[in-house]
T-cell receptor, first 119, second 111 residues
Framework: NAGVTQTPKFQVLKTGQSMTLQCAQD?????MSWYRQDPGMGLRLIHY???????DQGEVPNGYNVSRSTTEDFPLRLLSAAPSQTSVYFC??????????????????FGEGSRLTVL | QKEVEQDPGPLSVPEGAIVSLNCTYS??????FMWYRQYSRKGPELLMY????GNKEDGRFTAQVDKSSKYISLFIRDSQPSDSATYLC???????????FGTGTRLTVIP
C-alpha cells in the first residue's frame, strides 16, 4: 500500500498565482484533512472531509478551497497565493471515528508533506 | 489561548538519558490523547495513544494522562540517537474526528 501520497513535494509560486496540491490515499479512509505546519504554530487544520461530497472548514481555511469527488482524492487549491501561505502542507486520512473505542490502525495517517514557497 | 500548549524546546540530551515531554490543554472534552513522532522532512507518525486518564507503556516509551490537571506526558527511557525527532502531542474528544495538535518539541539525543 502506498498510504497517503502528496504531490508535488516542492513548489515555488509567485504572489497571485493559483495551484492545486494533490492528495490521494489507498486505505479506503472516509476522513481526509489538510494541515499546514509553520514554525512555532504547529499543525493547523485547514479543511477536512468526512466522505465524498462532504467538506468543512478547519481552523485556517481562508485562501484555500477543497473538494472531495471520490473517496481516494482530496485536492487543496490555493486561489491566489500570498507570501503568508508559505508553509509545509500535510494531507492526512483515517477511518471515520465511530463509537468510543480507539483501535490501532484507526489513527490519522499523514503524507510526506508538500513544501510551498510563495514569493 | 491555544487549546493545546507544548514547549517547543529544543531539547538536547545525552544518549541513555530519560526524556520527559509535556503538553497542557484547556478543553475538558478531550478524551483521546496521542503522541506523534516526526522525523525531519517527513510526515508525523503515531507513536502512542491513551484513552482518558492513566499510564500506558510501550517498550522504552510511557504515556501519562492527568485529566484533573489537563496535563499529558511522554517519557522516553534509555534515549537513543534514533529518537532524535520532533514530538507532537495531539488530542480529540469522543466522537470527534478532528485532532488538535501541540506545536511540537524538537528532541536531539547526542551519542
Amino acid at each position: 500500500n502506498a498510504g497517503v501520497t502528496q504531490t508535488p513535494k516542492f513548489q515555488v509560486l509567485k504572489t497571485g498565482q493559483s495551484m492545486t496540491l494533490q492528495c490521494a490515499q489507498d486505505m479506503n479512509h472516509e476522513y481526509m484533512s489538510w494541515y499546514r505546519q509553520d514554525p512555532g504554530m504547529g499543525l493547523r487544520l485547514i479543511h477536512y472531509s468526512v466522505g465524498a461530497g462532504i467538506t468543512d472548514q478547519g481552523e485556517v481555511p481562508n485562501g484555500y478551497n477543497v473538494s472531495r469527488s471520490t473517496t481516494e482524492d482530496f485536492p487543496l487549491r490555493l486561489l491566489s497565493a500570498a507570501p503568508s501561505q508559505t508553509s509545509v502542507y500535510f494531507c492526512a486520512s483515517q477511518f471515520r471515528w465511530r463509537g468510543s473505542r480507539f483501535l490501532r490502525g484507526a489513527e490519522l495517517f499523514f503524507g510526506e508533506g508538500s513544501r510551498l514557497t510563495v514569493l | 489561548q491555544k487549546e493545546v500548549e507544548q514547549d517547543p524546546g529544543p531539547l538536547s540530551v545525552p544518549e541513555g538519558a530519560i526524556v520527559s515531554l509535556n503538553c497542557t490543554y484547556s478543553n475538558s472534552a478531550f478524551q483521546y490523547f496521542m503522541w506523534y513522532r516526526q522525523y525531519s522532512r517527513k510526515g508525523p507518525e503515531l507513536l502512542m495513544y491513551t484513552y482518558s486518564s492513566g499510564n500506558k507503556e510501550d517498550g522504552r516509551f510511557t504515556a501519562q494522562v492527568d485529566k484533573s490537571s489537563k496535563y499529558i506526558s511522554l517519557f522516553i527511557r534509555d534515549s537513543q540517537p534514533s529518537d532524535s525527532a520532533t514530538y507532537l502531542c495531539a488530542m480529540r474528544g469522543t466522537g470527534a474526528n478532528n485532532l488538535f495538535f501541540g506545536t511540537g518539541t524538537r528532541l536531539t539525543v547526542i551519542p
